[in-house]
């Protein structure tokens, strides 16, 4: 198999993660009786007294699998191609994907909602760290990508994808306890689906270099 081949396959494993993704949630959602998608937070589906842990665990690390893959790989590709603003948020973008998924491999809830054991609290460390590093990376792609005027959509996209995330923040303090789970839908949904638009984007690019080359 040829390199450029490897890294169109690399560049879809981000749209496959957003599948995965979904699958975790649809998935859990069967098994788990009485879930609310209002109220309750994703991470309950896999949290340790969670009757659909088992289930939603296998497409959760799948999906965990997939998005490392990929942003390591977009990360390597991009290096100093685009502009040296697109290269930090990648490798920012790259370090958060790592650290969530060792984070909440290691450090799922201990029980639905919280709980407050020393489990609970490292979940939150790293929920810190990756809403933190999403933020500074999609204010960088933005940047980055705007500054290059065929890629000015994209950088338009980072932008409101930044807006979606202050919103779920914003409404996760405003919103009553029972609608906790919506508000954290838009937060998490919203870079989830930013990741998928980055997989097809960047396998786009690939092809039209090569169409270019051939």
């Known amino acids: 198999m040829k390199k450029i081949d490897i890294i169109k396959i690399i560049s879809l494993f981000g749209i496959f993660s957003v599948i995965f993704y979904f699958l975790h949630i649809l998935f859990g959602k069967m098994f788990y009786e009485g879930y609310s998608s209002i109220a309750q937070a994703i991470s309950d589906l896999t949290a340790e007294n969670s009757p659909s842990k088992n289930i939603a665990r296998i497409f959760s690390m799948i999906y965990g699998i997939l998005s490392l893959i990929f942003s390591i790989g977009f990360y390597i590709y991009f290096k100093n191609k685009i502009n040296r603003i697109v290269t930090i948020a990648s490798f920012i973008f790259c370090s958060m994907n790592i650290i969530s998924f060792f984070g909440y491999t290691f450090f799922p809830l201990s029980e639905s909602g919280y709980a407050g054991t020393f489990q609970d609290i490292m979940h939150l460390i790293v929920t810190g760290f990756v809403v933190f590093l999403t933020i ?8 980055g990508f705007i500054r290059i005027k065929q890629y000015k959509y994209l950088g338009i996209i980072s932008i409101f994808t930044l807006f979606l995330l202050i919103v779920g923040a914003m409404l996760i303090n405003i919103l009553p306890a029972e609608y906790f789970g919506l508000a954290q839908r838009i937060n998490a ?4 689906i930013y990741t998928g638009i980055l997989s097809l984007w960047m396998n786009k690019y690939i092809k039209n270099i090569y169409i270019k080359n051939v």
Do not use: A, C, N, Q
Request: aromatic share 16%.
């Open 136 to 143: 500074i990376s999609l204010i960088l792609y933005g940047i």
């Open 189 to 192: 949904y919203s870079i989830i």
